[in-house]
């Protein structure tokens, strides 16, 4: 048995599959010891998340775990990885982008400008900047882009787990 080429096969298939469908395929999955089945609310935030998680995902699990941050509750508790992205000086940064966010439009080409602007006037590479925003929203160092996270947490959801971060004690 080829695990290789099944895990391929496995992901073909499920980049294919309709949102709903998989949706549904993740709350049959039987919970791990450390998580609770998926509410209704849960499922549905998958669905709309599952565009940016499909396609990188080889089994159901890895796309649960991939959809973390939509079934993360506030406050996220980042892992040690990116519990170490929240610096002072990066908590202050984020401070100013939610800040920002509060006032752009809600699409990924402004969301793009805004972070773009706030790592140039910091002299930041965007990664710089990525690593404490993925650890405030996810709670994670290996998420779906920034802005894909952005859009599917929506405006009020994704400012408050900033700001939760910013407001961390370190």
């Known amino acids: 048995l080829d695990l290789k080429k099944l895990g391929h096969v496995s992901a073909w298939h499920i980049a294919r599959m309709a949102d709903g469908e998989l949706a549904q395929a993740l709350a049959a ?4 010891e450390d998580e609770a089945p ?3 609310m849960q499922q549905a935030a998958l669905v709309s998340a599952m565009y940016c998680l499909k ?8 796309l ?3 959809g973390h941050f939509v079934l993360a509750e ?6 040690e990885k990116a519990a170490a992205a929240l610096t002072p000086v990066s908590r202050g940064i984020l401070a100013q982008l939610t800040e920002q966010l509060q006032h752009v439009s809600w699409q990924r080409e402004a969301l793009e400008a805004v972070l773009t602007a706030l790592a140039q006037t910091h002299a930041i590479k965007f990664g710089e900047l990525a690593a404490p ?9 290996a998420t779906p882009s920034v802005y894909d996270m952005l859009l599917v947490l929506g405006r009020d959801e994704a400012v408050a787990r900033l700001q939760d971060a910013v407001q961390a004690d370190p």
């Open 55 to 62: 396609d990188r995902a080889r089994s159901l699990y890895e």
């Open 74 to 79: 506030r406050p996220v508790t980042p892992d």
């Open 133 to 141: 925003m993925r650890a405030a929203l996810a709670g994670r160092s």
């Open 38 to 40: 998926l509410s209704q």
């Open 64 to 66: 649960r775990d991939k």
């Open 29 to 32: 999955l039987p919970p791990r």
